[in-house]
Each structure stands twice: as structure tokens, then as C-alpha cells.
Nanobody
Framework: QVQLVESGGGLVQPGVSLRLSCAASGSFFSINTMGWDRQAPGKERELVARITVGGVRDYADSVKGRFSISRDNAKNTVYLQMNSLKPEDTAVYYC??????????????WGQGTQVTVSS
């Protein structure tokens, strides 16, 4: 079974930066695309950023130019560097990973979520 452990959330003022981390552990054949979604109160969950195992990145329009996703394949870890944070970035941020099991079955795994609150 695979576990995703997120860290790095918190309460910050507008304009500052935060870095989220998500480490995958457990038994698997490979981890393919990894990424982050978020869900603000009263809103639907939305994609924030994705990164393939080869490093191809995709971002939501609302975070382009401010957020940067990266990964360390050796550590099975994905990062989300969030700069120039805005109050509208306040949400629970969920890590996700596309897992291939040792039996070559694919499934999506989600983390528990980490709260990011941007407020003055």
C-alpha cells in the first residue's frame, strides 16, 4: 500500500511564500504523474499543478507565474513552491500521485491534505 505524506502548510500573510512537500512511501512499481489539487471552503476541488515523471509541468491559470511544481524521483517526493500568496489561495491542498503497482495495475492515490491560509 502506498502512503502520501504532505507537509508545509500553515497560516501566512499575503505576499509571502510557502513550500509544500509530499513524500510517497510503500510498495509500488512506479510513480507516474504527481501533482497538487486544492479545495477552498464552499468550492469544488480544482487542479493546481501537475508534473510528469519526465518533468513536464502543467498549471492552473490562477497560479501561473507564482507557483512552481518540482519533484525528486529518487525520493518519490513532489514539491509546490508558492510565491506571492493571495487570500484566494486559501484552501486545503491535496497531493496526488498516479501509481503503478507491482502487478502493473494503475490507480490514483491522494494525500490527507494540508491547510494553507493566507490572511492579514
Amino acid at each position: 500500500q502506498v502512503q502520501l505524506v504532505e507537509s508545509g502548510g500553515g497560516l501566512v500573510q499575503p505576499g509571502v511564500s510557502l513550500r509544500l512537500s509530499c513524500a510517497a512511501s510503500g510498495s509500488f512499481f512506479s510513480i507516474n504523474t504527481m501533482g497538487w489539487d486544492r479545495q477552498a471552503p464552499g468550492k469544488e476541488r480544482e487542479l493546481v499543478a501537475r508534473i510528469t515523471v519526465g518533468g513536464v509541468r502543467d498549471y492552473a491559470d490562477s497560479v501561473k507565474g507564482r507557483f512552481s511544481i518540482s519533484r525528486d524521483n529518487a525520493k518519490n517526493t513532489v514539491y509546490l513552491q508558492m510565491n506571492s500568496l493571495k487570500p484566494e489561495d486559501t484552501a486545503v491542498y491535496y497531493c496526488n500521485a498516479d501509481i503503478t503497482t507491482r502487478g502493473l495495475r494503475k490507480y490514483d492515490k491522494w494525500g490527507q491534505g494540508t491547510q494553507v491560509t493566507v490572511s492579514s
